[in-house]
T-cell receptor
């Protein structure tokens, strides 16, 4: 257990569906992240939130919409996804952003399959 | 561009020693991380190096040479549970982590 939980663990959706991924951290951290992990590719940073404010959006398509209501919760709303969006979506948290030693704690991920 | 290179896959024998290399080219350097990720699980932190040299932590050690843009993770007395992917990541000038694609380590009895 890393102190970061994600639900659901697995999700299968059609291209016209709307779904949401949820992440919660119990570590008292200020920063939260969404990553996409595809097979044999580096982790792709999608979004960063610091104190509920979005500080990073790495040119992510608008069919992915993040929401951070407070420092402990992070959502990723999905709509009209494409099959190439199938991947493992990882949530992470860290104490802060913009510091040298900034260990990130990861959740177990949501395995997303888009049909 | 920014780039992290590490071998895709390595195989080693239980009880042996294995070294996983990582080379990087990034805009700035604010430390290098190693993470372990078992299949279907979250990546977990193993080590952090910001100064040159070797950091030892039990069976695992991590080495950094900033002038060469090079790091390695050394695993000793390998156990079957060490079968996992090992991810190298560098914090760039903006403190953003740049990730390698990971090295899948297979341990054979």
């Amino acid at each position: 257990e890393t102190g970061v939980t994600q639900t659901p663990r697995h999700l299968v959706m059609g291209m016209t569906n709307k779904k949401s991924l949820k992440c919660e951290q119990h570590l008292g951290h200020n920063a939260m992240y969404w990553y996409k992990q595809s097979a044999k590719k580096p982790l792709e940073l999608m979004f960063v939130y610091n104190f509920k404010e979005q500080t990073e959006n790495n040119s992510v398509p608008s069919r992915f919409s993040p929401e951070c209501p407070n420092s402990s919760h992070l959502f990723l709303h999905l709509h009209t996804l494409q099959p190439e969006d199938s991947a493992l979506y990882l949530c992470a948290s860290s104490q802060d952003v913009g510091t040298s030693y900034n260990e990130q704690f990861f959740g177990p991920g949501t395995r997303l399959t888009v049909l | 561009g920014q780039n992290i290179d590490q071998p895709t896959e390595m195989t080693a024998t239980e009880g042996a020693i294995v070294q996983i290399n990582c080379t990087y080219q990034t805009s700035g350097f604010n430390g290098l991380f190693w993470y372990q990720q078992h299949a279907g699980e979250a990546p977990t932190f193993l080590s952090y190096n910001v100064l040159d040299g070797l950091e030892e932590k039990g069976r695992f050690s991590s080495f950094l040479s900033r002038s060469k843009g090079y790091s390695y993770l050394l695993l000793k007395e390998l156990q079957m549970k060490d079968s996992a992917s090992y991810l190298c990541a560098v914090a760039d000038s903006n403190y953003q982590l740049i990730w390698g694609a990971g090295t899948k380590l297979i341990i054979k009895p």
